[in-house]
C-alpha cells in the first residue's frame, strides 16, 4: 500500500500563486503515473492533472496554461504549480498513483489533502 502527504495548500486572493506537494511512500513511485485531483464542497472529485513516469502531462481543460505538474523521482514527490488561480479552483487538493494519465483511476487509498481557498 502507497501512503502519500499533500502539503502547500493555503488562503489566497485571486491572480496569486501556489505550489503543492505530495510525497509517495513505498519504492514504486518512479514507475507510477502520478495525478492530482480535487474535490469542492457539494461536487464530485475530479482530476486536475496527470504525469506519467516518462514526464508525460494531461490537464484538465479548466486549468490548462494555469496549472504545472511536475515530478521529481528522487524525492518521491509530486508538485503542482498553480498560477493565476481563481475562486472556482478552491477545493480540497488530492494526490494519487494514476492507472494512467489519460482515462485513468486512481490506485490508492486517498490522504488526507490539502485546503486551497481562493477569494476574490
Known amino acids: 500500500q502507497v501512503q502519500f502527504v499533500e502539503s502547500g495548500g493555503g488562503s489566497v486572493q485571486a491572480g496569486e500563486s501556489l505550489r503543492l506537494s505530495c510525497v509517495a511512500s513505498?519504492?514504486?513511485?518512479?514507475?507510477?503515473?502520478m495525478a492530482w485531483y480535487r474535490q469542492a464542497p457539494g461536487k464530485q472529485r475530479e482530476l486536475v492533472a496527470a504525469?506519467?513516469?516518462?514526464?508525460?502531462?494531461n490537464y484538465a481543460d479548466s486549468v490548462k496554461g494555469r496549472f504545472t505538474i511536475s515530478r521529481d523521482n528522487a524525492k518521491n514527490t509530486v508538485y503542482l504549480q498553480m498560477n493565476s488561480l481563481k475562486p472556482e479552483d478552491t477545493a480540497v487538493y488530492y494526490c494519487?498513483?494514476?492507472?494512467?494519465?489519460?482515462?485513468?483511476?486512481?490506485?490508492?487509498?486517498w490522504g488526507q489533502g490539502t485546503q486551497v481557498t481562493v477569494s476574490s
Open positions: 494519487n498513483a494514476d492507472s494512467t494519465i489519460i482515462g485513468g483511476f486512481p490506485l490508492y487509498k
Open positions: 513505498g519504492s514504486l513511485f518512479s514507475i507510477m503515473a
Open positions: 504525469i506519467g513516469r516518462g514526464g508525460n502531462t
